[in-house]
């Protein structure tokens, strides 16, 4: 099992070569262009300990949301100490309890822009959290709004991937964004170009249309966070992950220190008062409402029993 339930095989993989998107289509054709396979234009990764049997298997899945393919290039950080790392956090949550803060989100106004300054913490390692904020796949990060429980507060529509060189990649997504406010709400479409680095463990996005925005691009960044350093390692100051490591006796958890950065401006018609006070209490409301769905799925999973990569306990 994955480090998430319902990713089918997400750690295990060592990825090595892109899954070509390919649907069969009602006519019973296969075609890599059409509408419907917008979603999966990856890339995606085959398990290279994966025999062509199973392959065969998985082909025969209609959606990529079920298969047990990976959406990240691994060779850029080290999946074993990854999951390793997922299972110190579930292992050690009972003995040493970590407590994440709820965001903090600097709201900033000037010139008809609304800056989002936000840092918070995550009980998980860098590249898990890094995935929560760039899988396309629409799992159960975020809460369900309104009846039906499969459509989440944020849902991936549609992926595409314009550009991969070494650890940067360039990806064109489609979202929705569902909302609700003082008894309205409502459902803004979002289409943006992120820039990824998966080495980096950092992305900029900017908008290519969003509903009601004029302006909507930003950044994020993921940084480790030794939080066992002073009860491990008896000491506070910088270390390397390695003398982390090795001071710790490899009993070290490793979190994450998350600093975003979101820019918004709403259309011309749109930025006046009271309108854009309006749109703009939506956005930061919103945006506070998304991380702390984080928050509270990465407490969740570190509250699960400990499982190792080949789905045993």
Same mark, same amino acid.
């Given at each position: 099992?994955?480090?998430?339930?319902?990713?089918?095989?997400?750690?295990?993989?060592?990825?090595?070569?892109?899954?070509?998107?390919?649907?069969?289509?009602? %006519?019973?054709?296969?075609?890599?262009?059409?509408?419907?396979? !917008?979603?999966?234009?990856?890339?995606?990764?085959?398990?290279?300990?994966?025999?062509?049997?199973?392959?065969?298997?998985?082909?025969?899945?209609? *959606?990529?949301?079920? +298969?047990?393919?990976?959406?990240?290039?691994?060779?850029?950080?080290? #999946?074993?100490? @990854?999951?390793?790392?997922?299972?110190?956090?579930?292992?050690? %949550?009972?003995?040493?309890?970590?407590?994440?803060?709820?965001?903090?989100?600097?709201?900033?106004?000037?010139?008809?822009?609304? *800056?989002?300054?936000?840092?918070?913490?995550?009980?998980?390692?860098?590249?898990?959290?890094?995935?929560?904020?760039? /899988?396309?796949?629409?799992?159960?990060?975020?809460?369900?709004?309104?009846?039906? @429980?499969? !459509?989440?507060? @944020?849902?991936?529509?549609?992926?595409?991937?314009?550009?991969?060189?070494?650890? !940067?990649?360039?990806?064109?997504?489609? $979202?929705?964004?569902?909302?609700?406010?003082?008894?309205? /709400?409502?459902?803004?479409?979002?289409?943006?170009?992120?820039?990824? %680095?998966?080495?980096?463990?950092?992305?900029?996005?900017?908008?290519?249309?969003?509903?009601?925005?004029?302006?909507?691009?930003?950044?994020?960044? +993921?940084?480790?966070?030794?939080?066992?350093?002073?009860?491990?390692?008896?000491?506070?100051?910088?270390?390397?992950?390695?003398?982390?490591?090795?001071?710790?006796?490899?009993?070290?958890?490793?979190?994450?220190?998350?600093? +975003?950065? *979101?820019?918004?401006?709403?259309?011309? #018609?749109? %930025?006046?008062?009271?309108?854009?006070?309006?749109?703009?209490?939506?956005?930061?409301?919103?945006? $506070?409402?998304?991380?702390?769905?984080? !928050?509270?799925?990465?407490?969740?999973?570190?509250?699960?029993?400990?499982?190792?990569?080949?789905?045993?306990?």
């Amino acid at each position: 099992m994955g480090i998430f339930p319902g990713f089918g095989g997400w750690i295990n993989l060592n990825i090595q070569q892109p899954l070509k998107a390919s649907k069969r289509s009602k %006519n019973g054709k296969s075609s890599s262009d059409s509408e419907e396979d !917008r979603y999966i234009q990856g890339p995606w990764y085959w398990n290279p300990a994966a025999s062509p049997k199973e392959k065969a298997k998985i082909m025969k899945i209609d *959606h990529v949301r079920s +298969m047990s393919v990976y959406p990240t290039d691994p060779k850029y950080y080290d #999946l074993a100490e @990854l999951w390793r790392q997922v299972r110190l956090w579930r292992s050690e %949550n009972s003995k040493h309890p970590w407590y994440d803060a709820p965001a903090k989100v600097k709201v900033k106004t000037k010139k008809g822009l609304c *800056h989002l300054y936000i840092h918070f913490t995550l009980g998980w390692p860098p590249q898990a959290v890094y995935e929560m904020f760039t /899988n396309p796949r629409n799992l159960s990060f975020f809460q369900p709004m309104g009846k039906y @429980l499969w !459509r989440t507060r @944020l849902d991936t529509l549609a992926t595409k991937v314009l550009k991969k060189d070494g650890p !940067r990649q360039i990806t064109e997504v489609e $979202k929705v964004l569902r909302w609700k406010l003082l008894g309205y /709400n409502g459902a803004i479409p979002i289409h943006v170009i992120i820039d990824e %680095n998966h080495q980096k463990v950092t992305a900029t996005y900017k908008k290519v249309k969003v509903k009601y925005m004029k302006v909507f691009e930003g950044s994020w960044k +993921m940084e480790p966070l030794y939080v066992d350093q002073e009860r491990l390692c008896k000491s506070r100051s910088r270390i390397s992950e390695e003398e982390y490591k090795k001071c710790s006796g490899g009993k070290g958890r490793i979190g994450s220190k998350v600093t +975003m950065e *979101h820019t918004f401006q709403p259309s011309s #018609l749109l %930025n006046v008062p009271p309108v854009s006070w309006f749109i703009r209490g939506i956005a930061v409301k919103v945006t $506070k409402a998304l991380l702390q769905d984080l !928050r509270e799925y990465v407490i969740t999973m570190n509250k699960m029993k400990v499982l190792d990569p080949a789905g045993g306990k």
